[in-house]
């Protein structure tokens, strides 16, 4: 295993049917709270009968709507640690387990008295965990697993051994009927033919220009598409995007259904889960492609493609290895040749392909 409980303070198994108010430090972006969710799932199946509350940003609320694993959702005032450490008391938790990082998660479950408190050591903050977890940093591997270990780390800690499912981890999220056919109405109000296949696209990337294709392939691409006479596309995208969505429009001969800045989360799954496909940059929308079942397309470039790839067989990556690649900078000092190596024709080919059902998605597409 990667991950080792360190110095920890062993509970007795007698105790840990006693744990009844479990808090969960989520992950602070879209595509990190997906794949925080096999884990989510761990934690529930090691407490079955424990209150499970998630701490996250209000936003994310929406990723997580109706599943069977959280009972409740935490969002304390983040502007004052005072309240926030109030917060945490009254909730009277047995145990903290810290997706996050940060420094600040674990002072402020430690602030609160959780007498059980697990998370990475990380950030300087092992002295405040009752089980801090090292990770050999050496391998790389899918986030999914990072989050799982440290699931599993504790529960080697509480009881001796772990039975954490390494081997199909689940991240699907149930999208219910009516959720679905108040997403196709919401759709159809917006300009989205009900006869058609739906092909969305998502051509941002929060806080990374880098992460990005350029604005004119994908107007190329949704062209080509609509060109077909038998596919709508939908460009997705948050209020911050408007201005990208509007780049790419001008550059179009066609009209698309552009829906940027329109939908909070919740309604992001819901239409994310109409599609027949999704083809996004790297980042959040591509992971909530996955996790709903949809056939998804995810450009890479500066970013490790085996740690941030959606963790689906229905999910397929296009990617072209450059000696630069993977940098992991926000913005590219030279001449984005990552993503100017991905070309219109290859997205369109495999989007086509995924319509057209002909084939089988591969896991990975890249050239040598």
Known sequence: MLAQVEASRPLPMSELPRIKRVL????????????????LREIRRLFPGAHIALWTRPALRGV????????????????????????????????????????????????ARIPIRCGYRTDGRGFLLTHPVKVDGRRRRHQIFYYLEL?????RALTGSTTVNYVAPDMSLFIS????????????????????????????ATNSRAKRWFPERFAALADRLLERGDVSVAFIGSGDERSLAERIVAHMRRRPVVLTGQTDLDRLVEVISCAQVLVSNDTGPAHIGAAVGVPTIVLFGPTQHEVTRPFSERALVIRHPVFCSPCMRRDCPIDHRCMAAITVDEVYRHVADVLDAEIAMPVEVASR
């Open 151 to 155: 699931v599993a780390a504790l529960e």
């Open 64 to 111: 997580f709507r109706g599943v069977e694993f959280i009972d409740e959702f935490l969002t304390p005032e983040m502007t004052s640690l005072t309240r926030m450490v109030r917060s945490l008391r009254a909730g009277k938790f047995q145990l903290a387990i810290l997706f996050q990082n940060a420094f600040r998660a674990a002072f402020l479950v430690w602030a």
């Open 177 to 204: 009927p009516e959720r679905r056919e108040r997403a196709r109405v919401f759709l159809v109000e917006r300009g989205v033919e009900r006869d058609k296949a739906l092909v969305i696209i998502n051509p941002g």
């Open 24 to 39: 969960v430090r989520g992950a602070n972006w879209v595509g990190d709270a997906v794949m925080t969710i096999p884990a």
